[in-house]
């Protein structure tokens, strides 16, 4: 959920004046304490502009190793290093620390984001002489009745199973 700036700010200033700790803060705003200590320290680092909605980035590779050797030389959280650096999310921080520690400092120049795992459909050419003689129109008919066959067979299945029985709270 995208919260704005002003409630963002007002949350900050809640905390900062000292009216309430993190965890009343939060569940006054209705946020976890996470998220709250996370604006907390992007106003610390960066004032009201840490606050503010940033759309998504793109990184040059140099700024991402600058932020892992940062990192690595620092004992801070990875939520505390990405507020540093006026990075939205800390996992950002956590995926570069580790393509890293696989491949150094040359992974950045050459990574891209995580590969898609989504497969394309293979496309189905069917020549027109397949068409005209009907082939294909038979297929389709055999394909509908099997789908409409399981899934009668589903609905089937599913009103004889006796139902499983609900253990009683006491």
């Known amino acids: 959920m995208k919260y704005s700036f002003k409630f963002r700010r ?10 309430d700790g993190q ?3 939060a ?13 907390i320290h992007a106003w610390q680092f960066h004032g009201d502009a840490g606050l503010k909605i940033l759309k998504q980035r793109s990184y040059t590779p140099e700024f991402k190793l600058k932020v892992v050797r940062h ?3 620092l004992t801070e959280t990875t939520a505390t290093t990405a507020a540093r650096f006026n ?7 956590e995926a570069w620390l580790k393509l890293y520690r696989e491949k150094g400092a040359s992974a950045f120049l050459t990574y891209r984001g995580p590969k898609s795992t989504m497969q394309k459909k293979p ?3 069917v ?14 008919r055999y394909l509908r009745a099997e789908n409409a066959y399981l899934k009668s067979l589903q609905e089937w299945y599913l009103e004889k199973k006796p139902p499983t029985p609900e253990k009683k709270r006491e």
């Open 71 to 73: 990192a690595l030389q």
């Open 27 to 39: 569940k006054k705003f209705g946020v976890s304490r996470t998220q709250l200590c996370r604006w």
């Open 123 to 125: 496309s189905i050419k």
């Open 23 to 25: 965890d009343r803060t």
């Open 87 to 93: 990075i939205p999310s800390f996992s950002s921080v």
């Open 10 to 19: 007002d949350a900050v200033m809640h905390y900062v004046s000292g009216k």
């Open 127 to 140: 020549s027109p002489d397949a068409v005209a003689s009907g082939d294909v129109q038979k297929e389709l």
